[in-house]
């Protein structure tokens, strides 16, 4: 027996937000789990200024050189955040 539902495409690993290409849009799904303090304390900021899971993330631009900082769009709002910041943000890519 078939079913009336197109398989569902299986998801794509969550990744770094820092290996996201310049331009790429991608979903938060979650912040990197860590034992850091330091770590956690940003993390949680990120969270607080609008990193939530389920919201949409563009990288708009990489410093030069060495890709730090990242400009990346949340909503409406720019942010930049140095590679660091940005891995602890986990991402799927669109």
């Known amino acids: 027996m078939t079913s009336p539902h ?9 990744i770094g937000l820092d ?17 850091d303090e330091e770590e956690r304390g940003i993390a949680l900021r990120l969270l607080e200024i609008g990193f939530l899971p389920g919201e949409v993330v563009r990288v708009i631009a990489h410093g030069y050189p060495g890709h730090d900082p990242l400009a990346v ?3 409406h709002t720019t942010f930049a955040l140095r ?12």
Do not use: I, N, Y
Not at 6 to 14: A, F, L, N, V, Y
């Open 83 to 94: 590679s660091h910041e940005a891995a602890l943000v986990q991402v799927r890519p669109l």
């Open 6 to 14: 197109p398989p569902t495409p299986p998801e794509q690993p969550s």
């Open 73 to 75: 769009r949340v909503g």
């Open 19 to 35: 290996q996201l290409a310049k331009q790429a849009s991608a979903v938060v799904v979650g912040m990197a789990s860590t034992h």
